[in-house]
């Protein structure tokens, strides 16, 4: 009877030593993503590392891996294609890097950092003021796709690029000394870009087609519009209001 009692109290104590060894590893994680010691974008997969498959892991493996979990880095940058629509077609402004910078000489869709507590939205709207001169309203900026991808420095990058028609205050110039340069869809490609910007392309195209087939559908009904006013000696047909006269989009409705 004593064998059994010790064979059994060191059973028990035995598995009280590895689950505080388990719980003490597991709390510790937990306590590292509440005091914020690792990235905010870090949060969610360690939760997961704490709370499910990693569980049953040698304890080892697991404390490396939230290691490795805390070092990864996301980087959230904006972009704007700006598309103007004065002329014969439509076009989307391009701004080179200055020199001193990376990727110097290359052509890009304007934008730049979100900074702490701004929306993306906010974050464009200031960087199109300073870099451009011109103001805009979070609100008249609609996502249009975006860009994921590592960069040469092992962070993540997540570009979403906005897009804006003639939704803007001011004349577009370059502020910080930036060269400039209005596009239209078939010339885009042509110009040098980063890579995360040449991603980008294909919709800003799509955009720009959009734009263009807006633009001819209001310039055929201003000549309907033009021949039933000179028809109509009394001019009532001029006040109905024809086809497509409201602001131009780039994105489908």
Request: aromatic residues 4%.
């Amino acid at each position: 009877m004593d064998l059994i009692k010790v064979i059994s109290s060191t059973s028990t104590s035995s598995r009280r030593r590895r689950s505080r060894g388990s719980s003490g590893l597991v709390g510790g994680a937990a306590v590292s993503v509440a005091s914020g010691r690792i990235g905010s974008e870090t949060r969610m997969v360690a939760g997961s590392v704490v709370g499910g498959s990693l569980r049953a892991q040698p304890a080892r493996w697991r404390a490396g891996r939230a290691r490795l979990v805390a070092t990864q880095r996301i980087l959230l940058v904006v972009a704007a294609a700006l598309i103007r629509c004065d002329g014969e077609q439509p076009l989307v402004l391009l701004a080179q890097r200055p020199s001193g910078k990376s990727m110097a000489g290359q052509w890009e869709f304007p934008g730049g950092k979100v900074e702490l507590g701004e929306s993306p939205e906010e974050a464009l709207a200031r960087e199109l003021r300073e870099e451009l001169a011109i103001e805009i309203l979070p609100s008249a900026l609609t996502p249009l796709t975006f860009a994921s991808m590592k960069n040469r420095n092992k962070v993540h990058l997540l570009m979403p690029l906005f897009v804006a028609v003639d939704r803007w205050v001011g004349e577009v110039r370059g502020a910080e000394g930036q060269e400039i340069r209005w596009v239209n869809a078939v010339e885009l490609a042509d110009w040098p870009m980063p890579i995360a910007d040449q991603v980008l392309v294909p919709a800003v195209k799509q955009a720009l087609l959009r734009a263009q087939a807006v633009l001819v559908r209001r310039r055929e009904q201003a000549v309907l519009n033009d021949g039933e006013d000179g028809v109509d000696a009394a001019g009532d047909s001029g006040s109905a209001s024809h086809g497509d006269t409201g602001p131009i989009r780039a994105t489908p409705p």
